[in-house]
């Protein structure tokens, strides 16, 4: 029977983290198909009540874990959490949402479909919709992907994957196969998540499920969220709009050039790919316009693509790009 377990990243998650891991132990898991294993909680030696929580709820829940882990960051966090796994199949959540009682059991034969088309022994990732929330949990968007502007079949490739991070970690399932290969994810990283969906998108396969299958909670502590631009946002502050691209592009760029650093056996045209991307900010502003003629970086829309190009004009052209090494 497969085994699944869940590693979550807490950090002063004291008002909702019961919540969440009750919705995680209360998912419908049909006893012939799948099997919850650990839940793993890291917490970043939160000054709430976070941990005192997850001990009292460990009580109740035997495979329910606390780690304190001293390390600061996200990243940090979840590069613990997930080190602590041993389960074939891990899934990742946050402290502060509420998931679906059937979200594992679909994420789960999404990643089954893929192992029957590609195989076990490939990085195989899964992510899926949500369904964002007010911090009461009242539905403001019933689809994250609808409420975004995202189709995530537009964002297959390299040059939209490094480019754009489209699904958020807590929607994510991996295969042991890829955490092998993906972990510890860099300090430098932008984000795990998106590390993971480069690292899939790369070597192995990523799918998605179109349904949403967790609560995504927005409140005024969200590190990231659900956020989406109005029309008259985009119409009066087109300068904010730049300074966003070229903070994306920087930030793709950062991430691209530890991709390289940590696989540098990719070849063909993703390796160009990657590689134009992390070099992006040292290459002349002709060089620039050329590798987005040639299709080397794209956005899935009319409007980003514009962006693309007006950040390849305006952007200064640093003395070096980032270490490739």
């Keep these: 029977m497969p085994v699944i377990d869940i590693a979550l990243a807490a950090y002063c998650g004291d008002h909702y983290i019961a919540e969440q891991l009750h919705s995680i132990f209360s998912n419908q898991l049909p006893d012939q198909d799948i099997c919850l294993g650990n839940v793993i909680v890291s917490d970043n030696l939160s000054p709430d009540r976070t941990s005192e929580i997850v001990r009292e709820l460990s009580a109740r829940y035997r495979n329910l874990h606390l780690l304190s882990n001293p390390e600061k960051g996200v990243i940090a966090n979840f590069n613990h959490a997930l080190a602590a796994t041993a389960a074939p199949y891990v899934m990742l959540a946050d402290q502060d949402d509420v998931w679906m009682r059937d979200k594992i ?46 189709l995530p079949a537009q964002y297959r490739g390299t040059e939209r994957m490094f480019l754009y991070n489209i699904a958020p970690g807590c929607t994510m399932m991996a295969n042991r196969c890829l955490l092998e290969m ?79 650093a940590q ?63």
């Design 105 to 150: 059991h679909l994420t789960f034969q999404r990643m089954r479909q893929l192992e029957q088309e590609y195989g076990q022994d490939v990085p195989l990732l899964v992510f899926t919709d949500l369904a964002v929330t007010d911090d009461g949990l009242n539905v403001t968007a019933p689809s994250f992907f609808i409420f975004q502007k995202i």
């Design 182 to 260: 993906a972990l510890p994810v860099p300090s430098g990283a932008v984000m795990h998540d998106w590390w993971l969906m480069q690292v899939a998108a790369v070597f192995g396969q990523v799918a998605y499920v179109d349904r949403a299958t967790m609560y995504y909670r927005q409140h005024q502590n969200n590190q990231i969220g659900a956020k989406v631009s109005s029309f008259w946002e985009k119409l009066f502050s087109p300068l904010e709009k730049y300074r966003l691209a070229q903070k994306n592009l920087q930030d793709a760029s950062r991430q691209a050039s530890l991709f390289l």
């Design 263 to 325: 696989f540098p056996d990719v070849n063909g045209r993703n390796k160009a790919v990657i590689a134009g991307i992390a070099q992006f900010e040292s290459l002349s502003r002709w060089q620039r316009i050329c590798k987005l003629a040639d299709r080397m970086l794209v956005s899935p829309t009319f409007w980003g693509q514009v962006l693309l190009y007006a950040v390849a004009v305006f952007m200064p052209v640093t003395s070096q790009s980032h270490s490739l090494h």
